[in-house]
Nanobody, 124 residues
Framework: VQLQASGGGLVQAGGSLRVSCAASGRTSSIYAVGWFRQAPGKEREFVAAINWFGGRTYYVDSVKGRFTISRDSAKNTVSLQMSSLKPEDTAVYYC??????????????????WGQGTLVTVSS
């Protein structure tokens, strides 16, 4: 499975941005796709995830109500719509996919495949 993240950029605080993750290869093995982020000098953190089958979603508390994760099964794409962005949302955003049918979806070690990351910068 290969993952290609796109859509990052520079946005003002309060603005919106959409990042997407396109999956290719053996996509039939994917059970969930997640987004993680890593800010400069900080550890990588979980942001959101979605089950490929059923569409159950998971969010870190800090983005609930502001970010929405969705999937397009026909296009093998998962998107993260980010609204009301804050400077603390600035980070490199990575998408990841897991072949595990069950899991917390919040732990990076559960994911088998990672994209290259896309930079999101929120200016104050």
């Amino acid at each position: 499975v290969q993952l290609q993240a796109s859509g990052g950029g520079l946005v003002q605080a309060g603005g919106s941005l959409r990042v997407s993750c396109a999956a290719s290869g053996r996509t039939s093995s994917i059970y969930a796709v997640g987004w993680f982020r890593q800010a400069p000098g900080k550890e990588r953190e979980f942001v959101a995830a979605i089950n490929w089958f059923g569409g159950r979603t998971y969010y870190v508390d800090s983005v609930k109500g502001r970010f929405t994760i969705s999937r397009d099964s026909a296009k093998n794409t998962v998107s993260l719509q980010m609204s009301s962005l804050k400077p603390e949302d600035t980070a490199v955003y990575y998408c990841a996919a897991t072949g595990r049918e069950f899991g917390s979806r919040r732990i990076g070690n559960e994911y088998d495949y990672w994209g290259q990351g896309t930079l999101v910068t929120v200016s104050s």
